[in-house]
């Protein structure tokens, strides 16, 4: 059993900062990428940031420069920290990865049940 745990989430003002974590516990053999979505509501879920193992990141448009994402192998935990929040970043951010389990030959996807951001102007 594979879970992914997102913490860190909350309510901050406009210009404010959060960093979220999640950490993947269970048994498996690899994890290849990990990100973090986020859906606000009426809206899809969108790519925020995603990292490989070998730490290279990519950003959406909307945070490139006021997020960053890192990760730390060791503990498999991925972190996301949000600086200059705007109202329009509010939304439930989802831990994702891409997990290489011991009884599969390739990796499958997990999500976590995310965690709320919520900027007030």
């Known amino acids: 059993q594979v879970q992914l745990q997102e913490t860190g989430g909350g309510l901050v003002q406009a210009g404010g900062s959060l960093r979220l974590s999640c950490v993947a516990s269970?048994?498996?053999?690899?994890?290849?990428?990990m990100g973090w979505y986020r859906q606000a509501p009426g809206k899809q879920r969108e790519l925020v940031a995603k990292?490989?193992?070998?730490?290279?990141?990519d950003y959406s448009d909307s945070v490139r420069g006021r997020f960053t994402i890192t990760r730390d192998n060791a503990e498999n935990t991925i972190f996301l920290q949000m600086n200059s929040l705007r109202p329009e970043d509010t939304a439930v951010y989802f831990c994702?990865?891409?997990?290489?389990?011991?009884?599969?030959?390739?990796?499958?996807?997990?999500w976590g049940q995310g965690t709320q951001v919520t900027v007030s102007s």
């Open positions: 994702h990865a891409i997990i290489h389990l011991r009884t599969r030959l390739s990796g499958d996807a997990f």
């Open positions: 990292i490989t193992n070998g730490g290279d990141t």
């Open positions: 269970g048994t498996f053999s690899n994890i290849f990428g």
